[in-house]
């Protein structure tokens, strides 16, 4: 039995095609082991950061603890200085007004005023 000739034309074209999907499927498998490598590489990097992450995140919360403890400290600190500072002037007060009572009796004895 005899193909007629647009029937072999197809079959060859047909295989032409095939082959050629072949081949850029074997590229394209090869692609894509490649990204799996590249994942996996990435993967492990970001496992690796977030290691590092955690530490920095302990380390964040440490000096936090230090910090939260030491302004605790400097406010104490600061409040009794407030504190002095207020009596200081309570004393400055009373001091500058009996200098004041005396230079005035002074100058009312001076000028014979009493």
């Known amino acids: 039995m005899a193909v007629p000739a647009e029937q072999f034309y197809a079959e060859m074209f047909m295989e032409e095609r095939i082959a050629r999907l072949e081949e850029k499927v074997d590229h394209i498998q090869s692609?894509?082991?490649?990204?799996k490598g590249d994942i996996?590489?990435?993967r492990g990097d970001i496992r690796r950061v977030d290691?590092?992450?955690d530490a920095v995140r302990d380390s964040v919360a440490a000096l936090e603890c230090k910090m939260l403890e030491r302004f605790a400290a400097l406010d104490s600190e600061t409040l009794k200085g407030f504190a002095d500072l207020r009596e200081g002037q309570w004393k400055n007060k009373v001091w500058f007004?009996?200098?004041a009572a005396g230079i005035l009796g002074i100058m009312a004895h001076g000028f014979k005023w009493i």
């Open 40 to 42: 996996k590489d990435v």
């Open 31 to 35: 692609d894509i082991k490649e990204m």
């Open 51 to 53: 290691g590092k992450i």
């Open 97 to 99: 007004l009996l200098t």
